[in-house]
Antibody
């Protein structure tokens, strides 16, 4: 069965960086893209970006350009999302999700990783 | 501000039907049949309930149905059950650079 398993919760100080991992199993990793979606406390879903696990092409949300980098390691079927220069409003649960391109939807999601930014 | 507009909340009694709307533009909802709906219980990850406007993934109850008219998509839940109480988000393909946009979410309360 398809599973996306994310790394554990993180606490970071303002200005620091965080790198969240998302290990995929149960399908051919390079056949699907991975998106990252975050959710601030009590708020809705915010699309952060997408990466092709096939060729590494990326597409980032404009508001995060320059602070976010998404990568994949096909040898371990793992996707990564690094966010730099953290601010308090980056405090959120970060989800990875498999993108089903033919239907433009997210058919499987990771369990989420809480990132807390606090001094 | 989210790209797709949803009501903040809806409610219904057990057994009743409710409909959640999702309004976009001709650049997203109205232009493509790639609307999907997600259910999110507190503290849990979103779950795909509807894709391509009206298709249900395997395992999703047939009490959930989707439709679209013009720039507005709708999710209907019939025979409401207590377990349906959750937040619901719509999303759509968009011709903008992000390719996918979300609605702001709707909190469903089962009275």
């Amino acid at each position: 069965q398809v599973q996306l398993v994310q790394s554990g919760a993180e606490v970071k100080k303002p200005g620091a960086s965080v790198k969240v991992s998302c290990k995929a199993s149960g399908y051919t990793f390079t056949s699907y893209g991975i998106s990252w979606v975050r959710q601030a406390p009590g708020q809705g879903l915010e699309w952060m970006g997408w990466i092709s696990a096939y060729n590494g092409n990326t597409n980032y949300a404009q508001k995060l350009q320059g602070r976010v980098t998404m990568t994949t390691d096909t040898s371990t079927s793992t996707a990564y999302m690094e966010l730099r220069s953290l601010r308090s409003d980056d405090t959120a649960v970060y989800y990875c999700a498999r993108f089903e391109e033919r239907a433009s939807c997210y058919d499987y999601w990771g369990q989420g990783t809480l990132v807390t930014v606090s001094s | 501000q989210s790209a797709l507009t949803q009501p903040a909340s809806v409610s219904g009694s057990p057994g009743q039907s409710i409909t959640i709307s999702c309004t976009g533009t001709s650049s997203d909802v109205g232009g493509y049949n790639y609307v999907s709906w997600y259910q999110q219980h507190p503290g849990k990850a979103p779950k795909l309930m509807i894709y391509e406007v009206s298709n249900r993934p395997s395992g999703v109850s047939n009490r959930f149905s989707g439709s679209k008219s013009g720039n507005t998509a709708s999710l209907t839940i019939s025979g409401l059950q207590a377990e349906d109480e959750a937040d619901y988000y719509c999303s759509s393909y968009t011709s903008s650079s992000t390719h996918v946009v979300f609605g702001g979410g709707t909190k469903l309360t089962v009275l």
